[in-house]
């Protein structure tokens, strides 16, 4: 190991292409991974240490100068998480002796629940693209689409035609890490799928070819930046005050599956969740409102 001659900025690479062999992170887990090491690498050089020379003391002085700069315990936790498996594969690959992050204790963190909409909220949402402009119809499939599957929203706009079956009533999802699922539409989604195919989507491409399933007047698939624009401008004409992310109705569907008794297995299937404690947060959601409608319905809440 003395003998290793290596640069840090290569070693991040063979570690991010051994992590995305083994384990088919998405490229935005990837790059995230990328700008955390990066970043620990530019403070170890100016320290004027290597990544393979670092120990625990440089680890926590990382630590420290970021959490003075402001950094959320969350995005310390995440940044830690990133360092852990890169040491880890330096470990396994003999490049260390010693994996550095191992005493380092994690940040505590509180449990934050994801922002969602009420159904009422949902259906306001839905009505806000004008479905007379084929743009618009397309709009609302898209929010019909996205609130009867709980699909990401990277995952909805890179849907394909052949990805659709109307005659079974399902779409097959092709989520995080290439894992397949098949999620049922319901039969509002694949009503508006079916008219926006016979009368929308070729208005929309006029005669352009593309295989993607919601696109836009060029062809192209849309883009998160721009399907997260078209939620904020429907949700400010819905009235909707409440703070949304890209995700907040993948959050309403499944908090409204708990709310109206769904199984937790069932609901995690759905999501795509290779874990069923990911899918957990939601039942804190599904218990609040427990809680609210108690509060106000009950004889002595």
Do not use: C
Not at 24 to 38: E, I, Q, V
Not at 50 to 72: H, P, Q, S
Not at 282 to 297: D, G, N
């Amino acid at each position: 190991m003395s003998g290793f001659q290596d640069n840090s900025e290569t070693l991040i690479d063979r570690f991010l292409d051994t992590v995305w062999m083994e384990r088919g992170l998405s490229k935005n887990t990837l790059d995230a991974y990328r700008a955390d090491l990066l970043s620990l690498n530019k403070f170890f050089l100016k320290q004027g240490v290597t990544m393979v020379r670092a120990g625990k003391a440089e680890i926590m002085d990382y630590m420290a100068w970021r959490a003075a700069g402001g950094l959320k315990p969350r995005s310390a936790a995440r940044q830690l998480s990133s360092f852990r498996r890169f040491y880890r594969y330096l470990l396994r690959e003999d490049m260390i002796e010693e994996d550095p992050t191992s005493q380092v204790v994690m940040p505590k963190i509180g449990r934050s629940l994801p922002q969602s909409l009420t159904e009422a909220e949902i259906d306001a949402l839905s009505k806000a693209p004008d479905i007379s402009r084929p743009l618009g119809y397309r709009d609302r499939t898209m929010l019909e689409v996205l609130y009867a599957t709980g699909v990401r929203v990277s995952e909805l706009i890179n849907l394909k035609m052949n990805q659709i079956n109307l005659n079974q009533g399902v779409i097959r999802i092709i989520g995080k890490g290439d894992r397949e699922r098949l999620v049922p539409l319901g039969e509002e989604a694949q009503s508006w799928l079916k008219r926006y195919l016979y009368e929308y989507r070729g208005k929309i491409l006029l005669h352009r070819q593309t295989d993607y399933l919601f696109p836009t007047r060029r062809g192209a698939h849309m883009t998160r930046q721009a399907f997260w624009q078209l939620i904020k401008r429907y949700s400010v004409k819905a009235g909707i005050t409440k703070r949304l992310s890209p995700h907040t109705v993948r959050h309403a569907f499944a908090t409204h599956l708990l709310n109206n008794g769904a199984d937790l297995r069932v609901v995690q299937l759905l999501l795509g969740h290779s874990d069923v404690s990911t899918t957990q947060i939601y039942t804190h959601i599904a218990q609040e409102r427990m809680k609210q409608l108690h509060s106000i319905h009950h004889p002595r809440g």
